[in-house]
């Protein structure tokens, strides 16, 4: 196929969400799907390409790439670039399956680490090791708890416990958002709850917004569910950029958004009041449900986040499902999570929840509630503690790592890395024989794109969080001799 023809194919490419490349990645995608571009076409050379659409030949290269690295198209000696085939059926463009970062994500946390140093430092997860006092707490609850509830009863509490269900919601109410027992329904993480939103509300081959740079959780489930991502991009700052997510939103187009206003996970960013209510102004305007993901929500450090997206106005909640979890504020292992929802939305997802395992289990729900009770002394302590361990992260890295970018987040667990103009996955693989084990960057953008960032976590004590920037150090000066830097063409 020549330039001319690809082109008037992919007319009105440009008008897409993203950068140029990802406008073009997002055209050419839907043209396979759609088989406008069948298996086996010829894609003309990246300069008369360029030339045609009016970019650079930068932009069709990067493009070209991301397209070979999503299995849609091949680059074969002395023939080009040729269409390979379709993306999965019903996807219309999805990321196919095979580029889930599983490997380095959802693997990374039950990872058998047995094949590195024993002085290894895993900053892989972004999660609270488990101490005595806590773990004791997870005891609390006694055998005739359970008889006391299920004794004469089947056992069946499809949307949770009644107590559990009201101490999740006097918390959200203590925290400024008004909430009643019968408006949450408790899960099995936050993942869950995640899933339950997007089942519910999106179909395969929809968009769902989210931000350039995310939790790659979400880009995962997207992908399983054959759906799409829609990236804002971000602004200078490592925020998301307001004017185009309050575009995307505007647009009607995507069913369902995803944010994570206080203290995105990986960047660390805190959304503020104003652009909160713009954010749920455009969702109420264009019919677009918000899962607002509050997990890090009460990790403040220096000071309180402002209010979550369902009380920024007083209809919020008919268009916002607010999804948080205990295992950022306790430990892990409980697996609980949470969403809160209104009127009819509320329904749906309920039955959708209950459709897909009957109820979470009632022994676990108990230890959440026993945990429950200490929860304010529990995130207080946390509090000091992540302020203490940021500090010195910062610290550090300005003396051993002068050449990176990092984010001072005001919250959360994570710090967001630019490794001075560098590619971030041989930089990984680097680290790891240094003895810091780290998640490549393109696992938290919404493409898989290499922006040469890493994130850094806040999971370990101030010790062995400047010992891991010290052999980051190491690692670094390693690579820029070794490898020279392998820079990075950011998209």
């Known amino acids: 196929m020549d330039h001319t023809t690809l082109s008037s194919v992919l007319a009105g490419w440009s008008a897409r969400p993203g950068r140029p490349a990802q406008q073009l990645v997002r055209a050419v995608a839907g043209a396979i799907e759609a088989g406008t571009l069948p298996a086996g076409t010829h894609l003309p050379a990246e300069r008369r390409l360029a030339e045609a659409l009016g970019v650079s030949r930068g932009t069709i290269a990067r493009a070209f790439a991301q397209l070979r690295d999503d299995g849609l198209v091949e680059t074969r000696h002395g023939a080009g670039t040729v269409v390979r085939a379709a993306a999965r059926d019903g996807a219309r463009g999805a990321t196919p399956i095979g580029t889930l970062s599983l490997d380095a994500s959802v693997a990374t946390l039950g990872a058998d680490v047995g094949d590195r140093q024993d002085d290894g430092i895993d900053l892989r997860t972004a999660a609270w090791r488990g101490d005595a006092n806590l773990l004791d707490g997870l005891r609390r609850w006694t055998p005739d708890a359970l008889r006391s509830i299920g004794e004469g009863d089947n056992g069946y509490w499809p949307l ?197 395992d009957f109820g979470t289990s009632v022994p676990g729900q108990l230890a959440g509630l026993a945990v429950m009770g200490e929860l304010d002394e529990l995130v207080l302590r946390y509090r000091r503690e992540l302020g203490a361990r940021r500090d010195a992260a910062l610290e550090a890295i300005a003396t051993h790592l002068p050449a990176w970018r990092v984010s001072r987040p005001a919250g959360g667990m994570a710090m967001w890395a630019h490794l001075g103009g560098v590619a971030s996955d041989p930089f990984v693989e680097v680290a790891a024989r240094h003895g810091v084990l780290l998640v490549p960057g393109r696992i938290y953008h919404a493409l898989g794109h290499d922006t040469g960032h890493i994130r850094l976590t806040l999971a370990h004590d101030v010790d062995t969080t400047v010992e891991a920037v010290r052999r980051l150090a190491g690692a670094y000066d390693e690579y820029l001799a070794v490898d020279r830097g392998r820079r990075v063409a950011l998209v």
């Open 160 to 356: 949770g416990l009644p107590s559990l269900r009201t101490a999740i919601a006097e918390r959200l109410t203590a925290g400024g958002l008004e909430s009643t027992p019968d408006q949450i329904v408790v899960t099995g993480g936050a993942q869950q709850a995640l899933d339950v939103v997007l089942t519910t509300l999106a179909s395969p081959g929809d968009e769902v917004v989210v931000a350039e740079v995310t939790w790659p959780g979400i880009r995962e489930l997207l992908a399983i569910r054959g759906m799409r991502p829609a990236a804002a991009r971000l602004d200078p700052t490592g925020a998301v950029d307001q004017v185009e997510l309050l575009r995307m939103l505007r647009t009607g187009r995507s069913p369902v958004g995803y944010l994570v206003p206080s203290f995105d996970n990986p960047t660390g960013v805190l959304m503020p009041a104003p652009v909160r209510r713009l954010v749920v102004e455009a969702a109420l305007e264009a019919g677009t449900v918000l899962i607002d993901d509050v997990t890090m929500h009460e990790l403040w450090i220096d000071e309180p986040p402002p209010l979550p997206l369902a009380a920024m106005l007083p209809d919020a909640g008919t268009r916002v499902v607010t999804v948080g979890s205990l295992s950022k504020i306790s430990w892990a292992g409980l697996r609980l999570g949470w969403l809160r929802a209104e009127g009819p939305l509320l329904e749906r997802l309920g039955r959708v929840k209950t459709a897909l």
